[in-house]
């Protein structure tokens, strides 16, 4: 079965760090490009990051950019977002998306087709 | 950045009813289109990814149309367990930006 689970979630203060981590089975991980989506309370979606299936490219959404680094280690099939300087505006759950496509795939071609539950991130002093 | 822009925001339909929405480029982005359902506390999943082409596993009451700035989604006899958020997401380049989703009640 395929499937991802997404943990490090929590409460942080303003201006802390937090790593989320997304655990991928039952593909072969390093055929896909991952992304991390974030939604906030009552919102919609937003695309955060993304990163190609050998981890050699990364993109971010300039709300992000500088603060988030998205990575990943194929070696243990997990998708990581490291968040640093997080702010109010970062609250909400987040998110991790397999691309649907393969590697010679133009990104989102075949739209993200596999979802984790999503981990919440909760940004309060 | 490439804005998409849904219409309406929210729609409320009886069961066998037919229902459109729309999802409006700022700029072309050919047939880049994707659309996704979020179900109330779930994880969104696409239905219609490439503008016109249906997920496996969507049913077949689900179709899309479009390409350029212009695009719809169209569900004929929707049905309960289509009540959701949809949202349509350019995949032409980044930022792969999200519309801002329309509320479907059925």
């Known amino acids: 079965e395929v499937q991802l689970v997404e943990s490090g979630g929590g409460l942080v203060q303003p201006g802390g760090s937090l790593r989320l981590s997304c655990a991928a089975s039952?593909?072969?991980?390093?055929?896909?490009?991952m992304t991390w989506v974030r939604q906030a309370p009552g919102k919609g979606l937003e695309w955060v990051s993304l990163?190609?299936?050998?981890?050699?490219?990364?993109y971010h959404a300039d709300s992000v950019q500088g603060r988030f680094t998205i990575s990943r280690d194929n070696s243990k099939n997990t998708l990581y977002l490291q968040m640093d300087r997080l702010g109010a505006e970062d609250t909400a759950v987040y998110y991790c998306a397999k691309d649907g496509g393969s590697v010679s795939v133009k990104y989102y071609y075949f739209g993200m087709d596999v979802w984790g539950r999503g981990t919440t991130v909760t940004v309060s002093s | 950045d490439i804005q998409m822009t849904q219409s309406p925001s929210s729609l409320s339909a009886s069961v066998g009813d037919r229902v459109t929405i729309r999802c409006r480029a700022s700029q072309s982005i050919s047939s880049f289109l994707n659309w996704y359902q979020q179900r109330p506390g779930k994880a969104p999943r696409v239905v219609i990814y490439a503008a016109s082409k249906l997920q496996t596993g969507v049913p077949s009451r689900f179709s899309a149309s479009g390409s350029g700035t212009d695009f719809t989604l169209t569900i004929a006899n929707v049905q309960l367990e289509d009540s959701a958020v949809y949202y349509c997401q350019q995949s032409d380049n980044s930022p792969w930006t999200f519309g801002q989703g329309t509320k479907v009640e059925v």
């Open positions: 990163i190609s299936g050998s981890g050699g490219t990364t």
């Open positions: 039952g593909f072969t991980f390093n055929n896909h490009a």
